[in-house]
């Protein structure tokens, strides 16, 4: 009895992926790019350093050489201790469109990147925001045209891919990249299905006018994290949401080197969904704990050998349409090589995102310093 009923649940889970990967993220992984004729707006670009001088060196030429007619660079300085000011200082005399933004700590506001972004888009001249990160950069000069050809009347909001880059012969390296995969499939689905729920601050564009709409960061400012993913899924709608993964308009950055490194980022991350509407708290957590119960039945299962030619039908359905979804996605972002690994990067995350949740629980991540 107690079998049976373990293979209905295993029946029911297998089920609800399906739902997930193929009329949710299918709606992304099966669709095809929405193009627009660029209008060429005038557009801020807005980058927050903090102690990101050999970053700034190695990407601001790619920033700056930028194939659009009209935009100018924000350069904030959010009290670096290394060469990060005198860089910008430099920039900002001998460029004509970049803007230095200097931040200094003050007891309210202290160490909150929020806090510097803020005044950054105060800084800003044109309504038309894209934001990246110090240790980004973009994958084309084309990056503002395609980015910011997603807008339109009704669309004040662009949500954009942010990979990292390839490093040979690391398995972190593909764990770190197929979760990237994964985290986008899901909010492009969701935004093409009508529930966008998140960005990343990577490569993310929105109009300045909607920012003070909503008052900014003021819901959340005291949270450390969140500058992307908390705000998007405060202001984002069906109506006012686009997305963008032309491969021009990917951002690319430096990938961690250890798990350690690695799990910290991802506790930053995942302190943050908590703060998510009740609806996306709940597909999220209903898409995680299906995961989990996906591979948590089928082991025992099979070990007991209860109805395993049904069992075993059942995990080849799930692989195989999710591969599917995931495969289609993954030609779509340049992730295709991660697949390869798939079922066992899967059972990593799973068991890693579990760890995160229960030491998040003991202790604060250490965020934006």
Request: charged share 20%.
């Amino acid at each position: 009895m107690i079998f049976t009923i373990l293979l209905i649940a295993l029946a029911t889970i297998v089920g609800i992926q399906f739902i997930y990967y193929i009329f949710i993220f299918g709606r992304f992984s099966f669709a095809k790019q929405k193009t627009f004729s660029s209008k060429k707006v005038a557009v801020s670009v807005i980058i927050c350093a903090k102690n990101e001088a050999e970053n700034i060196k190695k990407y601001f030429p790619i920033l700056i050489a930028q194939n659009h007619p009209e935009y100018e660079l924000i350069l904030i300085d959010d009290a670096s201790t290394d060469d990060t000011l005198e860089l910008f200082e430099e920039y900002q005399k001998t460029y004509s469109n970049v803007r230095l933004v200097k931040v200094e700590n003050n007891e309210t506001f202290w160490a909150n990147k929020k806090y510097a972004l803020t005044l950054g888009i105060k800084t800003a001249k044109y309504n038309h925001l894209l934001f990246t990160d110090a240790d980004c950069y973009p994958n084309s000069k084309e990056w503002i045209n395609q980015m910011t050809s997603q807008f339109s009347e009704k669309k004040h909001i662009v949500l954009g891919y942010g990979a990292y880059e390839k490093v040979k012969n690391s398995f972190l390296n593909k764990i770190i990249r197929f979760e990237t995969l994964l985290t986008a499939t899901q909010y492009f689905g969701w935004a093409n299905s009508g529930k966008p729920y998140m960005g990343v601050g990577r490569n993310l564009a929105y109009q300045k006018d909607l920012f003070f709409k909503v008052g900014g960061f003021v819901n959340h400012m005291k949270v450390r994290s969140g500058d992307d993913d908390l705000f998007i899924n405060q202001v984002s709608t069906k109506e006012n949401t686009a997305i963008c993964y032309t491969p021009e308009s990917f951002t690319y950055s430096e990938p961690k080197k250890t798990f350690k490194n690695w799990f910290n980022q991802k506790r930053r991350h995942v302190s943050t969904a908590k703060l998510y509407s009740t609806f996306d708290r709940f597909q999220l957590g209903l898409f995680y704990i299906t995961q989990f119960l996906f591979i948590i039945l089928s082991i025992i299962l099979f070990a007991f050998q209860q109805e395993w030619l049904l069992v075993l039908s059942l995990v080849l359905i799930r692989y195989v349409f999710t591969w599917i979804s995931l495969g289609y996605a993954a030609s779509k972002l340049n992730e295709k090589d991660t697949l390869l690994w798939y079922p066992i990067i899967e059972i990593i995350l799973i068991f890693t995102q579990l760890n995160v949740f229960f030491t998040n629980l003991i202790s604060k991540p250490v965020h934006w310093k």
